[in-house]
């Protein structure tokens, strides 16, 4: 079991998203160049986190997305789950049917894990992931400024 392409390009540019919105809505064409994410592949991605309210688009010159609703409020499942994404692993689907027609011996082991990793999705805020990106790129500024002055200062 592993999270697919899906739900990891979901969160990338909600991240992406939630980093460049300000005045102005966000282009998915900028999503696509920054992340490198076919903008094709985004517009099916945003389509279903417009259903489910988690983006909003704006249309015409100057259109693009938004956030839905505040950053602290969307969390990593949410969007997980408004793409479709599977977060199972059990064999079964969690029919219980694993072993001809009934449950298998470790079942409960990977339901109790699709429990635990729901649960830690939906404790991750898109605002802790914003805010996370923020930090490494003042550090990566402030480690390229001290690079730079003491290239000037040899």
């Given amino acids: 079991m592993r999270l697919t392409t899906k739900g990891r390009f979901a969160v990338t540019a909600m991240i992406d998203l939630a980093l460049f919105v300000g005045d102005r809505p966000v282009t998915l064409a ?3 160049e920054r992340q ?3 903008l094709s592949y985004l517009e099916q991605l945003f389509a279903k986190l417009r259903r489910h309210k988690i983006v909003e688009s704006v ?3 100057g259109g693009g997305y ?5 950053a602290l409020e969307i969390t990593v499942a949410d969007v997980i789950l408004a793409v479709d994404e599977p977060l199972d692993a059990t064999q079964c689907g969690g029919l219980e049917n694993c072993k001809s027609d009934h449950r298998c011996m470790t079942h409960d082991l990977w339901s109790t894990l699709n429990r635990k990793m729901l649960d830690y999705l939906a404790s991750v805020t898109l605002s802790e992931l914003v805010e996370k990106q923020r930090q490494k790129a003042s550090a ?3 480690k390229q400024t001290v690079s730079f002055s003491a290239a000037q200062a040899a």
Avoid: H
């Fill in 140 to 142: 990566q500024a402030a």
């Fill in 30 to 32: 900028s999503i696509s």
């Fill in 59 to 61: 249309r015409g010159p």
């Fill in 66 to 70: 938004c956030l839905g609703r505040d």
């Fill in 36 to 38: 490198n994410i076919s």
